[in-house]
């Protein structure tokens, strides 16, 4: 007999609560994904949980039936769950990044590919012979029409007379058979075999182990972790592996793909809606056994992962400021201790959290001391600037000058490193002593001489170069203050007229095919100068890079929050250690105005543990993250009377309370105090991180809040940017 089950079912909607509904399908339990009646519509939902037994069943809606037999796994569920009430973030949100913004339901498009049959081309014109030709030197003579087209600039008309003529045929390309990692030969060097070696020895299946590994920049730590990967590949285990900025990372990807071709895939927002279903599916069902993803990659369902990786695990990408508000490498070790797998952090300027957890016992650590191939790390100077000069008009120091000179006669290519996008970062008016704002932010506009316009880097509001002062009502009275990377390729033009340059930033750096040709000119050294922003830090290898310059070491330093230090310290780091990757003689030079600083007197002693246990020793003292912990409230409306009254109306309801060792700073106006025209108003929870903050008790609070109609609440736990 069948008996008819009901269940409660959670939608993508943040707005909409867990309905119940009714279901005599055997097949459909907790997690399956389904499709629902909801009003006039259907929707899909997954099955969250066992329906309100208080509730009048016969009244309830019946399930219409699962969507491809997919169904979320306890543990993921469990993951998600946790996520929400870590990060108190909308479980829906979650869900939304998991599943539905696939359109899961929908089928992927097979892309179309053709074949070139042996056959005798004749009556062929010179294009199609073109044509014939690239196929002969593709992989079993196939090729999709994508790719073609993308390669050669040709027309479907070009392809289907080569079809009519029964050259080329249609067919269904499996471009994912693939049961074996392709062998690669790279010897391991003493260092890193132990390392592999210390991983492997306290490898326990089902258990959650997290290891740092803790590598000077060039020491190989990728080839460690890709060694680990490929153990678990050979095992039928399903490998995640988290990047920063990944859609621009190209020499990575070449890396993955030669080594485990169609065994691997990628996750990122550049991917059209199609190949991400495709790698959904391939995830979802096992059969995609690597997957190097952006953050969101986190959410998606695996069959059996058991291995993460979390690459340049300081870097401040991984959080994720807008909502569902989270940080990508805490959340990549909630899932890892969730599923009960391994986890592993890699880098060589760890973040202080991480630092803090190998400390106390949490987290293990692997040590890598050593360049690959016996090469030494870059040799640092300071180039004070209480004590040096610069030619007129001009940003960079002579001794810095003389130094760039000497690398190009010997054919050294030359990285300029300045974290300012744009030329300009202010347009001032000498006439009304006034600067361009953004319309609707309070940031100032920022001047981009290649795209002929001011910019502002929050909300993307432009105005063209030709814009005329409020006051005034004159173009010709501004004048740009301070240096961005185009002004200091232009410099660089100027002193050295023959030497190539390229600006290396998110403006200016390509993606796709040009991405993959620009890298080329690159690594081949055809670009002599490179001026980038801290994009370039973010795991590129150039093989000719010799010496890095650092304009304005001092631009971080004076920034209002704890983590000021540790990262200006991570973004220098990674940036010299850019230098000299294949060879002993790299160098790097840094234009400070405060040498005395101990962020740089630890990069000019090369004390890196020593900075980090002394940074960490001054947040215990001074209770504040990893050993004290923040959360911020942030509110945001058209009316600022109303969010600072809405702020003390939270503030006392905090207070009564009574919560031990907690306080509450605020509310005060943010210091960007308008974005997208929404003025911004912050609040502060700073707790003793041994009390903890009780999230449970935070949690009920802020469920029974009510919220204004015209102001948006968001909460962020262990914020990164007070801005």
Same mark, same amino acid.
Request: proline share 4%; charged share 25%.
């Given at each position: 007999?069948?008996?008819?089950?009901?269940?409660?079912?959670?939608?993508?909607?943040?707005?909409?609560?867990?309905?119940?509904?009714?279901?005599?399908?055997?097949?459909?339990?907790?997690?399956?994904?389904?499709?629902?009646?909801?009003?006039?519509?259907?929707?899909?939902?997954?099955?969250?949980?066992?329906?309100? %037994?208080?509730?009048?069943?016969?009244?309830?809606? #019946?399930?219409?039936?699962?969507?491809?037999?997919?169904?979320?796994?306890?543990?993921?569920?469990?993951?998600?769950?946790?996520?929400?009430?870590?990060?108190?973030?909308?479980?829906?949100?979650?869900?939304?990044?998991?599943?539905?913004?696939?359109?899961?339901?929908?089928?992927?498009?097979?892309?179309?590919?053709?074949?070139?049959?042996?056959?005798?081309? !004749?009556?062929?014109?010179?294009?199609?012979?073109?044509?014939?030709?690239?196929?002969?030197?593709?992989?079993?003579?196939?090729?999709?029409?994508?790719?073609?087209?993308?390669?050669?600039?040709?027309?479907?008309?070009?392809?289907?007379?080569?079809?009519?003529?029964?050259?080329?045929?249609?067919?269904?390309?499996?471009?994912?058979?693939?049961?074996?990692?392709?062998?690669?030969?790279?010897?391991?060097?003493?260092?890193?075999?132990?390392?592999?070696?210390?991983?492997?020895?306290?490898?326990?299946?089902?258990?959650?182990?997290?290891?740092?590994?803790?590598?000077?920049?060039?020491? *190989? @730590?990728?080839?460690?972790?890709?060694?680990?990967?490929?153990?678990?590949?050979?095992? *039928?285990?399903?490998?995640?592996?988290?990047?920063?900025?990944?859609?621009?990372?190209?020499?990575?990807?070449?890396?993955?793909?030669?080594?485990?071709?169609?065994?691997?895939?990628?996750?990122?927002?550049?991917?059209?809606?199609?190949?991400?279903?495709?790698?959904?599916?391939?995830?979802? !069902?096992?059969?995609?056994?690597?997957?190097?993803?952006?953050?969101?990659?986190?959410?998606?369902?695996?069959?059996?992962?058991?291995?993460?990786?979390?690459?340049?695990?300081?870097?401040?990408?991984?959080?994720?400021?807008? %909502?569902?508000?989270?940080?990508?490498?805490?959340?990549?070790?909630?899932?890892?201790? %969730?599923?009960?797998?391994?986890?592993?952090?890699?880098?060589?300027?760890?973040?202080?959290?991480?630092?803090?957890?190998?400390?106390?016992?949490?987290?293990?650590?692997?040590?890598?001391?050593?360049?690959? *191939?016996?090469?030494?790390?870059?040799?640092?100077?300071?180039?004070?600037?209480?004590?040096?000069?610069?030619?007129?008009? !001009?940003?960079?120091?002579?001794?810095?000058?003389?130094?760039?000179?000497?690398?190009?006669?010997?054919? +050294?290519?030359?990285?300029?490193?300045?974290?300012?996008?744009?030329?300009?970062?202010?347009?001032?008016?000498?006439?009304?002593?006034?600067?361009?704002?953004?319309?609707?932010?309070?940031?100032?506009?920022?001047?981009?001489?290649?795209?002929?316009?001011?910019?502002?880097?929050?909300?993307?509001? @432009?105005?063209?170069?030709? %814009?005329?002062?409020?006051?005034?009502?004159?173009?010709?009275?501004?004048?740009?203050?301070?240096?961005?990377?185009?002004?200091?390729?232009? +410099?660089?033009?100027?002193?050295?007229?023959?030497?190539?340059?390229?600006?290396?930033?998110?403006?200016?750096?390509?993606?796709?095919?040009?991405?993959?040709?620009?890298?080329?000119?690159?690594?081949?050294?055809?670009?002599?100068?490179?001026?980038?922003?801290?994009?370039?830090?973010?795991?590129?290898?150039?093989?000719?890079?010799?010496?890095?310059?650092?304009?304005?070491?001092?631009?971080?330093?004076?920034?209002?929050?704890?983590?000021?230090? +540790?990262? !200006?310290?991570?973004?220098?780091?990674?940036?010299?250690?850019?230098?000299?990757?294949?060879?002993?003689?790299?160098?790097?030079?840094?234009?400070?105005?405060?040498?005395?600083?101990?962020?740089? #007197?630890?990069?000019?002693?090369?004390?890196?543990?020593?900075?980090?246990?002394?940074?960490? +020793?001054?947040?215990?003292?001074?209770?504040?993250?990893?050993?004290?912990?923040?959360?911020?409230?942030?509110?945001?409306?058209?009316?600022?009377?109303?969010?600072?009254?809405?702020?003390?109306?939270?503030?006392?309801?905090?207070?009564?309370?009574?919560?031990?060792?907690?306080?509450?700073?605020?509310?005060?106006?943010?210091?960007?105090?308008?974005?997208?025209?929404?003025?911004?108003?912050?609040?502060?929870?700073?707790?003793?991180?041994?009390?903890?903050?009780?999230?449970?008790?935070?949690?009920?609070?802020?469920?029974?809040?009510?919220?204004?109609?015209?102001?948006?609440?968001?909460?962020?736990?262990?914020?990164?940017?007070?801005?």
């Amino acid at each position: 007999m069948v008996f008819e089950r009901q269940f409660g079912v959670i939608f993508t909607n943040p707005k909409l609560p867990v309905l119940d509904y009714s279901t005599l399908d055997d097949n459909i339990d907790i997690g399956s994904l389904v499709e629902v009646p909801l009003g006039s519509k259907v929707v899909a939902g997954i099955v969250w949980c066992t329906g309100d %037994t208080k509730f009048d069943h016969s009244r309830t809606k #019946q399930i219409i039936g699962p969507v491809n037999n997919l169904k979320l796994e306890p543990e993921f569920i469990s993951f998600l769950k946790k996520a929400h009430a870590y990060t108190l973030s909308p479980i829906q949100s979650y869900l939304k990044m998991a599943v539905q913004g696939l359109n899961f339901h929908k089928d992927p498009k097979v892309p179309i590919a053709y074949k070139l049959n042996s056959s005798n081309y !004749s009556q062929i014109t010179s294009r199609q012979k073109e044509i014939i030709s690239y196929f002969k030197e593709q992989p079993k003579r196939i090729a999709q029409y994508k790719q073609i087209k993308n390669d050669l600039g040709v027309s479907s008309s070009v392809i289907k007379s080569l079809e009519k003529k029964g050259v080329l045929s249609k067919v269904t390309e499996n471009k994912y058979k693939q049961e074996k990692v392709f062998s690669e030969p790279i010897i391991l060097s003493p260092e890193q075999r132990q390392a592999v070696s210390q991983i492997r020895e306290k490898y326990v299946k089902n258990e959650f182990q997290s290891w740092l590994l803790f590598g000077v920049t060039g020491s *190989g @730590k990728t080839e460690v972790y890709l060694n680990l990967v490929s153990e678990c590949i050979e095992k *039928g285990e399903q490998v995640l592996i988290l990047l920063p900025e990944i859609s621009l990372t190209v020499d990575f990807k070449r890396r993955i793909m030669k080594r485990y071709g169609a065994l691997a895939g990628e996750w990122h927002s550049q991917l059209s809606l199609n190949e991400r279903r495709r790698v959904f599916k391939r995830v979802v !069902s096992g059969q995609l056994k690597l997957l190097v993803g952006a953050r969101s990659a986190l959410f998606l369902p695996f069959k059996n992962l058991n291995l993460i990786v979390v690459d340049e695990e300081h870097d401040a990408s991984y959080k994720q400021e807008e %909502t569902p508000i989270y940080n990508a490498r805490d959340l990549a070790v909630l899932r890892a201790s %969730t599923s009960k797998s391994q986890i592993i952090l890699s880098s060589a300027t760890p973040s202080i959290e991480t630092w803090h957890n190998c400390r106390l016992g949490k987290y293990h650590k692997v040590d890598l001391l050593k360049r690959f *191939g016996e090469v030494y790390e870059p040799r640092v100077t300071l180039i004070d600037m209480n004590v040096e000069e610069t030619p007129k008009n !001009s940003w960079i120091s002579f001794p810095i000058i003389d130094q760039i000179k000497k690398s190009l006669k010997k054919k +050294e290519q030359i990285l300029i490193f300045l974290n300012r996008r744009g030329y300009a970062p202010i347009q001032f008016c000498t006439v009304c002593k006034v600067s361009l704002e953004c319309k609707n932010c309070s940031t100032k506009l920022v001047y981009h001489k290649t795209k002929n316009c001011y910019l502002c880097h929050i909300c993307g509001y @432009k105005v063209s170069e030709k %814009t005329k002062c409020v006051k005034c009502n004159s173009a010709d009275n501004f004048i740009p203050i301070g240096p961005g990377v185009e002004r200091i390729r232009d +410099e660089i033009s100027k002193l050295f007229p023959d030497a190539s340059s390229q600006i290396f930033s998110s403006d200016n750096f390509s993606k796709g095919k040009k991405n993959l040709e620009d890298m080329d000119k690159i690594k081949s050294g055809e670009i002599n100068i490179i001026i980038g922003t801290q994009l370039v830090a973010k795991g590129y290898n150039f093989p000719h890079l010799k010496l890095v310059v650092v304009i304005d070491a001092d631009m971080g330093l004076n920034a209002g929050d704890h983590r000021v230090m +540790e990262k !200006s310290y991570q973004v220098i780091k990674q940036v010299v250690g850019r230098a000299g990757r294949y060879a002993s003689d790299g160098q790097a030079l840094i234009q400070t105005w405060m040498p005395r600083h101990p962020v740089l #007197q630890a990069l000019l002693k090369d004390h890196g543990e020593k900075f980090l246990n002394t940074e960490l +020793e001054q947040r215990i003292e001074a209770n504040v993250p990893p050993h004290g912990k923040f959360i911020s409230l942030i509110l945001s409306g058209r009316n600022e009377r109303k969010l600072i009254d809405f702020g003390i109306k939270l503030k006392n309801q905090f207070y009564s309370l009574d919560l031990q060792d907690l306080e509450l700073f605020g509310p005060a106006v943010a210091p960007v105090s308008r974005i997208k025209n929404k003025t911004r108003v912050r609040l502060l929870i700073k707790s003793n991180k041994m009390t903890k903050i009780s999230q449970i008790e935070v949690r009920d609070w802020l469920k029974n809040i009510t919220v204004p109609n015209n102001i948006y609440f968001s909460v962020d736990i262990d914020p990164y940017n007070f801005y």
